[in-house]
């Protein structure tokens, strides 16, 4: 089993940056995709981000793309996520996501969730 932890969250400026941080338990964290997902009041659960186990390979978001990078040091049991150039449309709970075996963009797809943290973007 895998218990997650965002942090790293808070208020920020539009065209800020923030890093989020997403702290994993467990000897087994590099067999693992992770992913970041997203969700605003009244909205829908969002995709943002995977990546894979070692960290070769990753995915985005369209909304996201070109402004939010993921990465992961396994070292650690930690994934990353750098967030630039943040928007007020960026505001959310910010969900850490663990349990698959490859990159994907499904809720579904994943096991583990850790408890959110929340982004807020202002104007």
């Known amino acids: 089993q895998v218990q997650l932890v965002e942090s790293g969250g808070g208020l920020v400026q539009a065209g800020g940056s923030l890093r989020l941080s997403c702290a994993a338990s467990?000897?087994?964290?590099?067999?693992?995709?992770m992913g970041w997902f997203r969700q605003a009041p009244g909205k829908e659960r969002e995709f943002v981000t995977t990546?894979?186990?070692?960290?070769?390979?990753?995915g985005y978001g369209d909304s996201v793309k070109g402004r939010f990078t993921i990465s992961r040091d396994n070292a650690k049991n930690t994934v990353y996520l750098q967030m630039n150039s943040l928007k007020p449309e960026d505001t959310a709970i910010y969900y850490c996501?663990?349990?698959?075996?490859?990159?994907?963009?499904?809720?579904?797809?994943?096991?583990?969730w850790g408890q959110g943290t929340q982004v807020t973007v202002s104007s």
């Open positions: 467990g000897r087994t964290f590099s067999s693992y995709a």
């Open positions: 996501a663990a349990g698959t075996r490859y990159p994907r963009t499904a809720e579904r797809s994943y096991d583990y």
């Open positions: 990546i894979s186990g070692g960290g070769a390979v990753s």
